[in-house]
């Protein structure tokens, strides 16, 4: 069973940054497509990011294009999520997941573990 903690969430002005890190225990993070995603309050769980098992592959919401970067780091059993630039409308609760495919997946559903997220604000 795979373990996903998330971590770097927190209380940042528009236009700061913060990084996110999700940490991996169990199962074999390296074979995994890892996935962001992030609900805010009243709103569906909207696609943020992805990365595929060996970096090779990025995928990122149009939201967030150009200020947002994923990251990877095998050996570390940790994906980051770089975020700058950062507005009110990416306040929300951040969850990264893993897909056993491999693939960066945009669909949640194709995601088969999930964490328990941070809460990232942006006031403006």
């Known amino acids: 069973q795979v373990q996903l903690a998330e971590s770097g969430g927190g209380l940042v002005q528009a236009g700061g940054s913060l990084r996110l890190s999700c940490a991996a225990s169990?199962?074999?993070?390296?074979?995994?497509?890892m996935g962001w995603f992030r609900q805010a309050p009243g709103k569906e769980r909207e696609f943020v990011s992805a990365?595929?098992?060996?970096?090779?592959?990025?995928a990122y919401a149009d939201s967030v294009k150009g200020r947002f970067s994923i990251s990877r780091d095998n050996a570390k059993n940790t994906v980051y999520l770089e975020m700058n630039t950062l507005k009110a409308e990416d306040t929300a609760v951040y969850y990264c997941?893993?897909?056993?495919?491999?693939?960066?997946?945009?669909?949640?559903?194709?995601?088969?573990?999930w964490g328990q997220g941070t809460q990232v604000t942006v006031s403006s």
């Open positions: 169990g199962g074999t993070f390296s074979t995994y497509g």
């Open positions: 990365v595929s098992w060996n970096g090779g592959s990025v």
């Open positions: 997941a893993a897909d056993r495919t491999g693939r960066a997946d945009k669909t949640s559903a194709y995601y088969d573990y």
